[in-house]
């Protein structure tokens, strides 16, 4: 079955870190784009960060130079390295599969296919 | 603000028809996917590309783009068709996605 598992998630103090794993199994993550997207309780969903199949990294305006997306191709793992964490980055942590199909030359959208159920992290004093 | 604007909360009468629309300049250079959440779960993908539908989404799900606006249309809305929708397109630096800010769908 093709699937995601999301770990790491906690409760942190302004100013710490945190790493969240992402667990992929039946797919390569290697082989696709790889996605975080966030969701603050009781708000809607946020785009965080992609990683593309040949290295090239994305981030949202809120979280660049904090986060890192990384991935350990052997392990089929996709990473999130979050520092300097804020009140604001406590949310619920998706990673999603992301797919890209052209429509015509130039032209191509992107959607994605398969969502983990999620880790929770927590930044609070 | 978000780049993608969605109405917040759309109600449909059990059976009947019900759009939700997603309007941002982007959606007119790249079709935007849709994604349903059920309370305390994990999105899931229902509408992507022109008209697409993942498998096991029910046919009663179907997709258009017009202009600036991508719709989701749900002909003969059932109970189980109540939950967030939202939509998602390219962001105008092209680089990235971005979501709509989701729309509460109630059957009633």
């Known amino acids: 079955e093709v699937k995601l598992v999301e770990s790491g998630g906690g409760v942190v103090q302004p100013g710490g870190s945190l790493r969240l794993s992402c667990a992929a199994s039946?797919?390569?993550?290697?082989?696709?784009?790889m996605t975080w997207v966030r969701q603050a309780p009781g708000k809607g969903l946020e785009w965080v960060s992609v990683?593309?199949?040949?290295?090239?990294?994305y981030y949202a305006d809120s979280v660049k130079g904090r986060f890192t997306i990384s991935r350990h191709n052997s392990k089929n793992t996709l990473f999130l390295q979050m520092d300097s964490l804020r009140l604001e980055d406590t949310a619920v942590y998706y990673c999603?599969?992301?797919?890209?199909?052209?429509?015509?030359?130039?032209?191509?959208?992107?959607?994605?296919?398969?969502w983990g159920k999620g880790t929770t992290v927590t930044v609070s004093s | 603000s978000s780049e993608l604007t969605q109405d917040p909360g759309v109600s449909v009468a059990l059976g009947q028809t019900v759009r939700i629309t997603c309007q941002g300049d982007?959606?007119?250079?790249?079709?935007a996917s849709w994604y349903q959440q059920k309370p305390g779960q994990a999105p899931v993908l229902v509408m992507y590309?022109?008209?697409n539908r993942p498998s096991g989404i029910p046919d009663r799900f179907s997709g258009s783009t017009s202009g600036n606006t991508a719709s989701l249309t749900i002909t003969g809305a059932q109970a189980e068709d109540e939950a967030d929708y939202y939509c998602?397109?390219?962001?105008?630096?092209?680089?990235?996605?971005?979501f709509g800010g989701g729309t509460k769908l109630t059957v009633l």
């Open positions: 999603a599969r992301e797919k890209r199909e052209y429509s015509s030359p130039g032209d191509f959208y992107d959607y994605m296919d398969v």
């Open positions: 039946e797919f390569s993550i290697t082989s696709n784009y």
């Open positions: 990683i593309f199949s040949g290295g090239t990294t």
């Open positions: 982007s959606v007119r250079n790249y079709y």
């Open positions: 590309g022109k008209n």
């Open positions: 998602n397109s390219r962001h105008s630096s092209g680089n990235h996605l971005v």
